[in-house]
């Protein structure tokens, strides 16, 4: 389907956070827009990518879910289309295979 970990990546450059899960999602986040970046203890029912609001969830495991907020309301064209009434992130869950190093890393460039 065009999902999965071939098709799936996070880069953090010195200005933004790119994340994009195959061809439903994709966003770019300006570093200076994060607000916070913690670790889930919560584990989510289901994995997948599920929009709730302004929060989305963006997961392929129930483990190592990273919780990010913005500063501002963040959108893309993936954003738009896969949202009926709202295309805005505020809130993003992402699963990670080495969350605390991620969170390490984005909070040097906070």
């Known amino acids: 389907m065009g999902l999965g970990p071939k098709q ?3 880069l953090l450059d010195g200005d933004a956070l790119h994340i994009k899960h195959g061809w439903m999602f994709r966003i770019d986040v300006p570093v200076k827009d994060v607000k916070s970046a913690h670790l889930m203890s919560a584990r989510p029912l289901a994995w997948g990518i599920h929009p709730m609001g302004d929060a989305w969830m963006v997961n ?4 190592g879910i990273v919780e990010l907020k913005f500063a501002h309301a963040v ?5 738009k ?8 992130v505020r809130t993003l869950y ?4 080495d969350p605390d190093s991620f969170i390490a890393a984005l909070k040097s460039h906070i």
């Open 94 to 97: 992402l699963s990670l295979a």
């Open 81 to 88: 289309l896969m949202s009926s009434s709202w295309g805005e």
């Open 75 to 79: 959108t893309s064209k993936s954003v």
């Open 8 to 10: 799936t990546w996070i």
């Open 60 to 63: 392929a495991s129930r483990d």
